[in-house]
């Protein structure tokens, strides 16, 4: 029998933890749940018993929400962390990003709400029992919380006023972002026929889902100090994020991939090797030796992470991403890029086309055996490689 899954709510309000209680009653037989009124209370029940998710209201009496999670964080860094704020709780809220893995809108429905945690328990198919990936994240002082400026966009597209206008306003407020923004939209990957100044004007031309992952990505990799990374260039990371996400998705549009799967494969390309920061920002001594045990025993640095580490980049990025609840079909594509074969079932998919675009991103240098002929041949796809690589080599340096 599988084993339950441990979760604790948090709320001042007797009624509502009453309320979620109810809403939740057919998840018994697969969650064990508990309801806590007090944040010292929740605290203590976390440090004698294990829990996989704790979920709270960012106002609390003796201790504010924000301070809950934190302190949770430190000590249970596995924890799955999820704020339940109402309208009243904004400010609240968005002091808790800083420490909370997503937070969802107050009253929430209990379908949301199962499926919001059961996406994130679902992330134990990587980290299920006694698993290398489960002792890694177990070491890991802390994770990236999801970006507020990313999350401010995602509730703003959710809106029924939505436009380019309100989500250009959102990122000019923003001033180095907007800066960003506009520079990648001139830059050579996305504009080549004219110069683009205004922000919405930048919406209009790429539209808002391209917009959307390139802040996201943005606000994840200017998270980590490139001081404290073991030497590992945030920079050339960077570069070579954008140029395959840029490629991930000319390759699905050119083999006409459905919108949803081109998007999915552009933002999972550009956050497809943020595991390598994670990696080196918390363990960066362990992380310094990559390089040179490659170099000892001709390693590829995928194995050289999972000799180290237990694990590597791929999966521990997908766990992160995983946490903030981004599309299966995005994590996904993070876990796998290195290793297609290995999802289950074998398809089309973004994770294809994010593949495809690392090993091709890469050429001349690539790594040998980078690039999975097997799995693309499984698909009929390996003729459609010389056209691919086409398009890599039209996109700049």
Not at 66 to 72: K, V
Request: charged content about 20%; some cysteine.
């Amino acid at each position: 029998m599988a084993e339950l899954r441990r979760i604790l709510f948090v709320d001042n309000e007797n009624t509502v933890l009453r309320e979620l209680e109810t809403g939740l009653a057919a998840m018994r037989g697969q969650w064990q749940m508990e309801f806590i009124s007090d944040a010292r209370a929740a605290l203590q029940r976390l440090d004698e018993e294990r829990f996989d998710a704790l979920i709270a209201d960012p106002c609390l009496s003796g201790k504010d929400g924000a301070s809950l999670l934190a302190e949770a964080a430190q000590r249970h860094p596995p924890l799955v962390r999820i704020v339940l704020a109402g309208p009243s709780e904004r400010s609240a809220a968005l002091d808790a990003l800083a420490v909370a893995h997503q937070v969802l809108a107050k009253p929430c429905d209990p379908a949301e709400l199962r499926a919001t945690i059961g996406r994130a328990l679902a992330l134990r198919k990587f980290l299920g029992g006694d698993t290398p990936l489960k002792a890694l994240v177990s070491r890991l002082d802390s994770l990236p919380s999801m970006p507020a400026l990313y999350r401010r966009i995602v509730e703003e597209l959710q809106s029924a006023h939505a436009s380019f206008e309100s989500v250009a306003a959102i990122i000019g407020q923003d001033p180095p972002m907007a800066a960003k923004i506009l520079q990648l939209v001139n830059s050579a990957y996305f504009t080549r026929a004219q110069h683009v100044s205004d922000l919405s004007q930048a919406l209009r031309m790429l539209g808002l889902d391209t917009i959307k992952a390139l802040v996201l990505s943005l606000q994840v990799f200017s998270q980590f100090d490139a001081e404290t990374l073991a030497g590992l260039s945030v920079e050339r990371i960077w570069r070579h994020s954008v140029r395959t996400g840029a490629l991930a998705r000319a390759i699905a549009r050119a083999e006409r991939a459905p919108r949803e799967v081109e998007n999915d494969a552009f933002t999972a390309a550009l956050l497809h090797d943020v595991g390598k920061l994670i990696l080196a920002a918390n363990l960066p001594n362990i992380y310094a030796k990559i390089g040179p045990l490659c170099d000892a025993e001709a390693l590829e640095p995928c194995a050289a992470e999972r000799r180290l580490f237990g694990a590597a980049h791929a999966e521990t990025g997908a766990y992160l991403l995983g946490l903030w609840g981004l599309p299966e079909s995005i994590v996904e594509a993070v876990a796998y890029h290195h290793h297609p074969r290995d999802r289950e079932p074998a398809g089309i998919c973004a994770l294809t086309w994010v593949h495809a675009a690392n090993a091709l991103a890469q050429l001349p240098d690539a790594p040998v055996g980078v690039l999975d002929a097997e799995y693309l041949g499984a698909l009929d796809l390996l003729e459609r490689l010389p056209a691919w690589a086409a398009l890599g080599e039209a996109m700049p340096d």
